[in-house]
């Protein structure tokens, strides 16, 4: 059974960090790239970052670059989104996706 488990959310003040992790099983880790998307208050479903399955190409929206790094380890099966310097405008839920999988979502809330 696919699973895809995030982890990390939580309430942070402006100018705050987190990191985000999503879990994997269930499928060969490796052979995927893995991506973050976000619903934010204003947006529909956000893409913010993807990552190749062997970790050596990784791309991020432009919104959040020089904030948010997308990493990956495949011998855990786990992909990170380190955000610092947060805004309130990065207030969502986040979600990690891979393939056609997705996982619950962990919220993010960035406020005073």
């Known amino acids: 059974q696919v699973q895809l488990v995030e982890s990390g959310g939580g309430l942070v003040q402006p100018g705050g960090s987190l990191e985000l992790s999503c879990a994997a099983s269930?499928?060969?880790?490796?052979?995927?790239?893995v991506q973050w998307y976000r619903h934010t208050p204003r947006t529909e479903r956000e893409f913010v970052a993807t990552?190749?399955?062997?970790?050596?190409?990784?791309s991020i929206i432009n919104s959040v670059k020089g904030r948010f790094t997308i990493s990956r380890d495949n011998g855990k099966n786990t992909v990170y989104l380190q955000m610092t310097s947060l805004r309130t405008e990065d207030t969502g839920v986040y979600y990690c996706?891979?393939?056609?999988?997705w996982g619950q979502g962990t919220q993010v809330t960035v406020s005073s």
């Open positions: 996706n891979a393939n056609e999988w």
């Open positions: 269930g499928f060969t880790f490796r052979r995927y790239s």
């Open positions: 990552i190749s399955g062997d970790g050596g190409t990784a």
